[in-house]
């Protein structure tokens, strides 16, 4: 095996998009990700590490390492995604990240090779680790709309001082680190000058906040979802996820989203919507 690592998400887009490609929803994580860096909307503290494992052998020409095989990124803020990569893999990539980021903050991916990843990574690094989140991948099957008082629509740059500080509520309630307050506005900001996101309103307040990432190769993924504490129960998060599912998927793409598997509440708010389990990961952070 040959592995490659570059910090330039332009780079690495042209280099394994066209592996990414072959399944749109399981890959939706990775794909957007470097889709965002490379238009902008996406800026890491430190240069991220982007890893491509291809099936070719050391004694390949430089410009001809093979197929890829497997697909990896490291970034300050989210750490290791694995995405699906092989557990046949994964000490390949623990010899390239655990010189060439040391100090990530944790990993996530499907569980045996996540497992296998923290505990060769802890072990080179001399650090520990813990499992943090279970995680589920939905796919939207047959769509079943929802009711709640009110209307959606598309959040404008007016509604900054509303969703700016709800995004910044997702986050904190996710475990995702970030920036602050100042950066949480930039991150949505950008995202609603570009028609990514949709709130609903009720009695002339905004209730609930629904994103979603760009399309790419015809799959859109939901997310950020959240209503406020003192608007829940009310079915308005339930309401606009169909929603803004329905408008994506009149446009021709698949739509997924990921839950925490320790929450059940949302779980069966989605599966009420029509989502469907498509695959599990489990998340590490290292001490």
Same mark, same amino acid.
Not at 52 to 65: L, P, R
Not at 82 to 88: G, K, Q, S, T
Not at 132 to 160: C, I, M, S, Y
């Given at each position: 095996m040959i592995v490659r690592t570059t910090a330039d998400p332009a780079a690495f887009r042209e280099l394994v998009f066209p592996f990414l490609q072959r399944d749109p929803v399981r890959n939706s994580t990775i794909l957007t990700n470097i889709a965002d860096r490379v238009s902008g909307i996406m800026n890491d503290p430190e240069p991220p590490v982007f890893v491509s494992v291809h099936d070719g052998d050391a004694g390949d020409d430089a410009g001809d390492a093979g197929e890829v095989v497997g697909v990896v990124m490291c970034t300050a803020l989210r750490g290791i995604n694995l995405a699906d990569l092989p557990v046949e893999l994964v000490p390949v990539v623990v010899d390239v $990240?655990? +010189?060439? %980021?040391?100090?990530?903050?944790?990993?996530?991916?499907?569980e045996e090779s !996540?497992? $296998?990843?923290? +505990?060769?990574?802890?072990?080179?690094?001399?650090?520990?680790?813990? +499992?943090?989140?279970?995680?589920?991948?939905?796919? $939207?099957?047959?769509?079943?709309?929802?009711k709640a008082d009110g209307t959606p629509r598309r959040a404008t740059v007016a509604d900054l001082e509303v969703v700016a500080p709800m995004f910044g509520g997702f986050r904190a309630?996710?475990?995702? !680190?970030?920036?602050?307050? !100042?950066?949480?506005?930039?991150?949505?900001?950008?995202?609603?000058?570009?028609?990514?996101?949709?709130?609903?309103?009720?009695?002339?307040?905004?209730?609930?906040?629904?994103?979603?990432? +760009?399309?790419?190769?015809?799959?859109?993924?939901i997310g950020p979802v959240y209503t406020p504490p003192e608007y829940r129960g009310r079915g308005y998060a339930s309401a606009l996820t169909a929603e803004v599912s329905r408008r994506l998927r009149d446009a021709g793409d698949e739509v997924c989203l990921f839950t925490d598997l320790a929450n059940p509440t %949302?779980?069966?708010?989605?599966?009420?919507?029509?989502?469907?389990?498509?695959?599990? $990961?489990?998340?590490? !952070?290292?001490?």
């Amino acid at each position: 095996m040959i592995v490659r690592t570059t910090a330039d998400p332009a780079a690495f887009r042209e280099l394994v998009f066209p592996f990414l490609q072959r399944d749109p929803v399981r890959n939706s994580t990775i794909l957007t990700n470097i889709a965002d860096r490379v238009s902008g909307i996406m800026n890491d503290p430190e240069p991220p590490v982007f890893v491509s494992v291809h099936d070719g052998d050391a004694g390949d020409d430089a410009g001809d390492a093979g197929e890829v095989v497997g697909v990896v990124m490291c970034t300050a803020l989210r750490g290791i995604n694995l995405a699906d990569l092989p557990v046949e893999l994964v000490p390949v990539v623990v010899d390239v $990240l655990a +010189e060439a %980021s040391p100090r990530a903050i944790g990993a996530v991916g499907p569980e045996e090779s !996540a497992r $296998l990843f923290a +505990e060769q990574y802890a072990v080179r690094t001399g650090r520990t680790f813990r +499992e943090t989140e279970r995680a589920r991948l939905h796919q $939207l099957g047959e769509l079943v709309e929802q009711k709640a008082d009110g209307t959606p629509r598309r959040a404008t740059v007016a509604d900054l001082e509303v969703v700016a500080p709800m995004f910044g509520g997702f986050r904190a309630e996710s475990g995702h !680190a970030g920036e602050g307050a !100042a950066a949480d506005r930039r991150w949505i900001e950008q995202r609603i000058l570009r028609d990514r996101v949709w709130v609903w309103e009720d009695g002339g307040r905004v209730v609930s906040l629904v994103g979603h990432q +760009e399309p790419v190769f015809g799959a859109a993924r939901i997310g950020p979802v959240y209503t406020p504490p003192e608007y829940r129960g009310r079915g308005y998060a339930s309401a606009l996820t169909a929603e803004v599912s329905r408008r994506l998927r009149d446009a021709g793409d698949e739509v997924c989203l990921f839950t925490d598997l320790a929450n059940p509440t %949302s779980n069966r708010i989605y599966a009420a919507i029509g989502f469907r389990g498509v695959r599990d $990961l489990v998340g590490y !952070a290292f001490d």
